[in-house]
């Protein structure tokens, strides 16, 4: 027995030791040469249908015209998010050149890590970024003022609407009152009531970090006029637009309104809820549902004009295992040209992460009026900070909301407070 | 004998001296080591490695980072132990895990053994009765969670037929009940691997003590609790350790019964945690404090439950 014991130790020693040895180690990638090196390179999409066309065809249009660079695409590999799967890809370097699902969230870690490429470092750089997407690119630059990820495409969070359901309860299905704080729980206590549906809302309870982008933030950043979560090195919804969010979710969630047991399939698609907050990706699955869109209400109301969301966003990052950083950036600036953004739009119904999107495309939005909606509301999008432990301090607040909002324990203004102070210490740390 | 006569009765013949050194070093069977070193170095690769590198993250600033980025990793002593301490999600963590093998192990070690018992009398429907109890336990966790989910939730089965004795709100969003519900479930996915251990040793346990035992004046009762029972007991000492072992490293029921250590954190564990700090947040130094105090915390559970079980 203590033989095994002296025998284990011993290993565990050495093991201890090459561990040391090992940790700075590893093959020199991207480089300085790589900025300027042409060749084939590869890339990641997501693996929903939609996309996975979009992305076949950008491809194929690119290979066509560059036998001597091709570009290899390929869904992003399965893992419990696209989030963890970069990560490890990061770590191990296997990363590909450019990742078409990159979560802006996740950027301030990837760059820690050393895993991104710094776009502004290309001679056009940070002009093609910021003449591409305007005012709201400087949501997407690094504390460090470069851009390591080139703003792509949004989902505006919006609220969807089951006509039928709506009018069931006795709703005009096509102008409901949300407007208001006070207009939205009478509509969804009229739901709920009526038993046109079990729920009026139902957005996911679960505690993942992420989560709270589809409930609180889209109605803080209407709230607050267009606030993040984070500015200038500290929290900033422990204010009145915070308190009086999370207020309406404690009230929606003790009136039952909204369900907090975790969801197995799709509560919105299945008339569960009636109403569903989401993007125009969401449009896709509901089929022959008869459908309508509203924006986030506001305490007071406000014009839809005026209104502020949450973007959704999903961008582009190039990553610094690839070795063909001139070709790299040359298929990104085709695959976010105008004829690809157009084609984006017209394949996935997401909106691409252009200035005056409706200008830009007037036949396609004429043509499809729902989708302009979401256009319109493009113009004014709130992006989740860029800031050091950004997932940590998300899945403070996340922890916070839970408990205080979901399952109504405690003070929702000392909750507020303190997880506020959590995030301050947080992103205060390099 | 004279001490120089014994000395040299005790040494090799001076012919063999090479000989004997080297079977002093590699024992009465060098064969047998060439033979285990791909398991040696099987163990130290996925094993001895990760666990040494770990601990050595443990007392280092230490983030993944891509290869060829060249970054500082000092050392932080007990920094990163003293962080994981005065987290009070962690503390809750151990608490929670504590919570589940409490309700998991007993639960499991009574269950598979009375169901082995049942099963090895059984004469109709023996391999059918196995491969049902065996079943859950080859079957997708996520499928099987699913099921479960269903059952449980405010409309499940489970409720209609518990009707007003049903808890509100329902078994998995209660912080009361969410772990033992899913204690319960990992006792009955795993009950089929448990019983085919227990099945094993009450297989191996001689008819003849049985039939004395009888004779002797035994009820059938009596019978099982003094010679069945206690000749299983090495197949209870292994199934109490890893049960305590698997129990110890629940992750897959937090993180997808109960959406992510749900309800308001009532079902977080240490490795729920470890995963979310080290592969989420991005601080895997802090995840290697949990896993090595996790470990430990293990060892020591197990040590004092072989000394339990081993008790003659």
Redesign the interface.
């Known amino acids: 027995m203590k033989r095994s014991i002296i025998i284990?130790a011993a290993?565990?020693?050495?093991?201890?030791?090459?561990?040391?040895c090992g940790?700075?180690g590893?093959?020199?990638?991207?480089g300085s040469s790589a900025t300027t090196s042409r060749g084939p390179i590869t890339i990641w999409y997501s693996n929903n249908p939609q996309e996975v066309a979009w992305g076949k065809q950008v491809v194929a249009a690119w290979n066509a015209a560059h036998a001597d660079q091709k570009v290899t695409g390929q869904e992003i590999p399965a893992g419990s998010?696209s989030?963890?799967v970069i990560?490890?890809a990061?770590?191990?370097?296997t990363?590909p050149a450019l990742i078409y699902n990159t979560s802006p969230a996740s950027v301030p870690?990837f760059q820690?890590?050393?895993?991104l490429v710094n776009l502004s470092a290309f001679p056009d750089g940070a002009s093609y970024i910021e003449s591409r997407t305007g005012a709201a690119a400087a949501q997407y630059k690094s504390t460090d003022g470069n851009y390591y990820q080139l703003p792509w495409k949004s989902n505006p969070v919006m609220i969807f609407y089951n006509k039928a359901i709506m009018q069931k309860a006795g709703i005009n299905p096509n102008n409901p009152p949300l407007a208001t704080y006070a207009q939205f729980l009478s509509t969804a206590r009229a739901i709920v009531e009526s038993k046109a549906a079990k729920y009026a809302i139902y957005p996911?309870?679960?505690?993942?970090?992420f989560q709270s982008w589809y409930d609180f933030y889209a109605f803080y950043a209407a709230e607050s006029g267009g606030k993040q979560l984070v500015a200038n090195g500290a929290s900033t919804f422990a204010d009145a637009a915070g308190i009086s969010v999370e207020q309406l979710w404690r009230t929606i969630y003790a009136g039952k309104l909204a369900g907090?047991?975790?969801y197995?399939g799709d509560s919105f698609a299945d008339g569960t809820a009636a109403m569903e907050l989401a993007g125009p990706w969401a449009i896709a699955t509901y089929g022959k549902m008869a459908w309508g869109v509203a924006p986030i209400p506001t305490s007071g109301g406000m014009k839809p004009t005026a209104i502020y969301t949450f973007s959704d966003a999903k961008n582009i990052a190039m990553?610094?295992?690839c070795k063909n950083q001139a070709t790299a950036w040359d298929f990104l600036k085709f695959s976010t040209s105008l004829a690809e953004d157009k084609a984006l739009l017209v394949m996935t119904g997401q909106m691409p992460l252009r200035a005056n999107l409706t200008k830009v495309y007037p036949a396609f939005f004429a043509a499809h009026p729902p989708y302009k909606l979401f256009a319109t509301q493009a113009d004014r999008l709130v992006e989740v900070p860029n800031v050091s432990?950004s997932?940590?301090a998300w899945?403070t607040f996340r922890?916070a909301w839970?408990?205080a909002v979901?399952?109504g324990?405690g003070d929702v203004s000392a909750s507020v407070t303190k997880a506020a102070a959590d995030i301050n210490k947080l992103v205060s740390q390099k | 004998m004279p001490e120089l006569q014994r000395k040299a009765a005790a040494a090799p013949a001076p012919g063999g001296q090479r000989r004997w050194r080297i079977k002093r070093v590699l024992g009465e069977h060098p064969a047998g080591l060439l033979l285990s070193a791909p398991y040696a170095l099987f163990v130290?690769a996925v094993f001895?490695?990760?666990?040494?590198?770990g601990?050595?993250?443990s007392f280092h600033h230490?983030?993944?980072?891509?290869?060829?980025?060249?970054?500082?990793?000092p050392f932080v002593g007990l920094k990163n132990y003293a962080t994981v301490i005065s987290d009070p999600?962690v503390r809750a963590s151990f608490v929670h895990v504590g919570e589940f093998l409490i309700i998991n192990v007993p639960l499991t070690v009574i269950f598979s053994l009375l169901l082995a018992t049942a099963l090895n009398n059984a004469i109709h429907w023996r391999g059918f009765l196995r491969v049902s109890y065996y079943v859950p336990y080859v079957t997708a966790s996520v499928a099987m969670i699913?099921v479960w989910?269903?059952m449980f939730?405010?409309g499940g089965i489970v409720n209609r037929i518990l009707g007003p004795l049903a808890p509100n709100?329902?078994w998995?969003?209660n912080?009361t009940w969410a772990m033992p519900s899913i204690a319960l479930y990992v006792t009955w996915k795993q009950l089929g691997f448990f019983i085919l251990l227990f099945l094993a040793a009450l297989q191996n346990v001689p008819d003849e003590l049985n039939e004395a035992a009888a004779i002797d004046g035994a009820s059938r009762w009596q019978s099982y609790r003094t010679v069945t029972i206690p000749a299983v007991r090495p197949a209870t000492t292994l199934v109490v350790l890893l049960a305590i072992i698997t129990g110890a490293n629940l992750f897959t029921e937090p993180y997808l019964?109960?959406?992510?250590?749900?309800?308001?954190?009532a079902t977080t564990t240490p490795v729920f945690l470890l995963y979310?700090k080290g592969?989420?947040?991005?601080?895997p130094d802090v995840a290697s404090a949990i896993g090595v105090l996790l470990v430990i915390g293990v060892l020591l559970i197990a040590y004092a439950s072989r000394k339990v079980t081993e008790r003659e």
Do not use: R
């Not at chain 1, 820690?112 to 895993?115: L, V, Y």
């Not at chain 2, 019964?257 to 954190?265: C, L, Q, Y």
């Open positions: 284990l290993a565990l020693a050495i093991a201890s030791m090459l561990a040391a940790g700075s590893g093959s020199s990638s991207g998010s989030e963890a990560s490890a990061i770590t191990a370097g990363t870690d820690k890590m050393g895993g996911s309870p679960a505690s993942e970090f907090n047991e975790p197995t990553y610094t295992s432990n997932i940590q899945q922890d839970t408990s979901i399952f324990k | 130290a001895v490695y990760p666990l040494g590198f601990i050595w993250m230490y983030f993944f980072t891509a290869p060829g980025a060249v970054v500082p990793h999600a699913t989910m269903f939730n405010s709100p329902a998995l969003v912080t019964m109960t959406s992510g250590g749900g309800p308001n954190g979310q592969i989420e947040q991005g601080t």
